[in-house]
């Protein structure tokens, strides 16, 4: 009878798995905040891509590990960097499957861990930054990604991006905004993820936790700038400002399932105190249930067998 009358479902083609690829030989790399959740290899990266389109997910989402950074974050917007070779290969082995997305930030690139370029004084430069994010479009859009992650929230990068990609026919290439995207204490195992170099915090440029109208306007706008998807995130934090989001759009509403959301989960079910799988289940229905179309966590490929084994 619950079954029947639930008022949300999940479903594995509504789930995203971020990955990380490292660049360089060798072996995976475990991240210790994020157990279960490793560095790739270009090795191990392909054997994961398998195993997600057998898992029947909607998507993955890449990031990048590059052996080297500087201050433009140069790595980014080389062919043969590691986040466009992944993409490649990503496009060669399961893009008729899966939908394949790549951040497109310099966080991951740059010395300083920015997620843009800096002037002068040191502050990230929102127009400079820009055109940056136009450079990146075009690589990643050429190595195959089907949907742009922007994630550094500068000002204007939705119509940035889209007039670039456009005015180089990559008219099929969409473009997902981290719109609603927050100054937040929960992405700090991501930091170890991707080996951020940041020092202090993103506050010029992420949301403040304490306003809500704001990532619903952010949200408004990114959709009169172009994009194709609007995403809020942390998730969990954040219900409210999801909801609100999605009553008032008229495009697919996504939310992150970050990796201090992912962390704590794991973490207190390594202690004991929780039923992990009953808690992972519970905390993507809710995501789902307050209006995410769409979720990016890095339990997708396991929720996916779950929710076979139950359906
Ligand atoms: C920026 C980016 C971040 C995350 C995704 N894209 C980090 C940040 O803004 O500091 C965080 C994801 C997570 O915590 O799981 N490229």
Known sequence: MRRLVAETRVQPAELILPMFVREGGGE???????PGVEQHTLDSFRRALADAAAAGIGGVMLFGVPEHKDAVGSGATDPDGILNSATRVAAAEIGDALVVQTDLC??????????????????????????RYREMALVQAASGSQLLGLSGMMDGQVAAVRAELDDAGFIDTAVLAYSGKYASAFYGPFREAVQSSLVGDR??????????????REAML???EGADVVMVKPAMSYLD????TAARS??????????????????????GWIDRRRAITESVVS?????????????????AHWLRETA
């Open 287 to 303: 995501i789902r249930r307050a209006g995410a179309d769409a979720v990016l966590t890095y339990w997708a490929v396991e929720l």
């Open 241 to 244: 400002v999801l909801a609100e």
């Open 106 to 131: 310099l966080d991951e690139f740059t010395d300083h861990g920015h997620c843009g370029v800096l002037d002068a004084s040191g502050r990230v430069d929102n127009d400079a930054t820009l055109e």
């Open 250 to 271: 008229e495009v697919p509403v996504w939310a992150y399932q970050v990796s201090g959301e992912y962390a704590m989960i794991e973490a207190a079910a390594a202690n």
């Open 203 to 216: 506050k010029s440029y992420q949301l403040d936790p304490a306003n809500a109208r704001e990532g619903v």
């Open 222 to 224: 990114d959709i009169d």
């Open 28 to 34: 995976p790399v475990a991240i210790s905040s994020m």
